[in-house]
């Protein structure tokens, strides 16, 4: 049975700087999907044209728009770029580029020139759940979030506020600590029997 090798991560794109070439309809999803999830990422578009949308969407976070075609200079100081250009041969040259000077890379739609894929996001308050189909069904992951989203409650934030307030107040060393939470929060999870 085929399964999922990649490792979850979330990053502070506060403290990043996030590169996305391109400037059509995919690059305006990947920006949108980014400042929903991270308001303060610092990001920069190069594309020779801006769709309406990434513009105005541009003003909602520290996006700067570049009217450029895509040089290798762009890359300068970037840690994460994301390529949604609709010539191929650029997004190839773009992660080639990337991969030369230890950048992260995504090329939309393009699994193998993926060294991470952007997957399905959750986010209520402190809570934040990802989810991935190892870039085989993005529609999959996309259905997946809405139920999380459905089925999360509102108020776990309050919970997470709550525990962390507990957490600090507990006595013991670290083992005793996970003990005690654990032992606590242990009907979070318990299935509801019939």
Do not use: W
Not at 14 to 25: A, D, P
Not at 47 to 52: A, K, T
Not at 86 to 105: A, S
Request: charged content about 30%; overall charge positive; glycine content about 6%.
């Amino acid at each position: 049975m085929e399964r999922n090798n990649l490792y979850p991560v979330f990053l502070k794109l506060n403290n990043l700087k996030v590169l996305i070439v391109g400037g059509g309809h995919v690059a305006e999803e990947k920006l949108s999907f980014l400042l929903k999830s991270s308001p303060d990422a610092h990001i920069a578009m190069v594309s020779p044209m801006f769709r309406e949308g990434t513009i105005e969407l541009a003003k909602k976070g520290d996006v700067k728009l570049i009217k450029r075609r895509y040089n290798k200079r762009f890359l300068k100081g970037k840690h994460i770029v994301i390529a949604t250009t609709d010539v191929p041969k650029i997004n190839v040259k773009i992660y080639e580029h990337c991969r030369k000077r230890g950048i992260l890379v995504n090329v939309a739609d393009n699994p193998p020139y993926c060294d991470f894929y952007m997957g399905g996001i959750v986010t209520k308050g402190n809570v934040k759940v990802a989810i991935s189909t190892n870039g085989k069904s993005p529609t999959t992951a996309k259905r997946l979030r809405q139920f999380f989203e459905d089925v999360i409650p509102e108020n776990v934030d309050d919970l997470v506020k709550n525990l962390n307030e507990y957490r600090k107040s507990i006595k013991g060393d670290f083992e005793q600590k996970v003990e005690t939470l654990n032992e606590f929060t242990k009907g979070l999870i318990e299935k509801k029997r019939s």
